[in-house]
């Protein structure tokens, strides 16, 4: 009987000392559950944030589109054609990868 009480004693002491000495989990921040640890700094949000900072205007779309393409010899004929047909329909889609921005303002 002696021995079985140690060894509860012992289990019951091994639980109440694993519980204070566990380290956080590195998915908590300021006490709240399931945030990133990363502080914001993940390359998804990155991009996110700097895809919100374009204004969405012709102008501004052809004027990334130039500076994407300045490797290319016809790139910025091929982005003010871009640029052209925005203005007319609000739509800008990219010379060379074909994707469609719609809503665009006609600046």
């Not at 969405?56 to 052209?84: E, F, L, N, P, Q």
Request: net charge positive; aromatic share 4%.
């Amino acid at each position: 009987m002696k021995t079985v009480a140690i060894i509860l004693s012992l289990a019951l002491s091994g639980v109440a000392l694993s519980s204070d000495v566990t380290p956080a989990s590195a998915t908590k921040m300021n006490g709240k559950c399931c945030q990133s640890s990363d502080g914001g700094r993940s390359a998804r949000y990155l991009r996110i944030m700097a895809r919100r900072a374009i204004p969405h205007t012709c102008s501004a779309y052809a004027a990334s589109c130039i500076r994407d393409t300045a490797d290319m010899t016809d790139g910025v004929r091929m982005c003010m054609a871009a640029k052209a047909q925005c203005l007319q329909t609000g739509v800008h889609v990219g010379p060379y990868s074909g994707r469609h921005y719609a809503g665009m303002a006609r600046l």
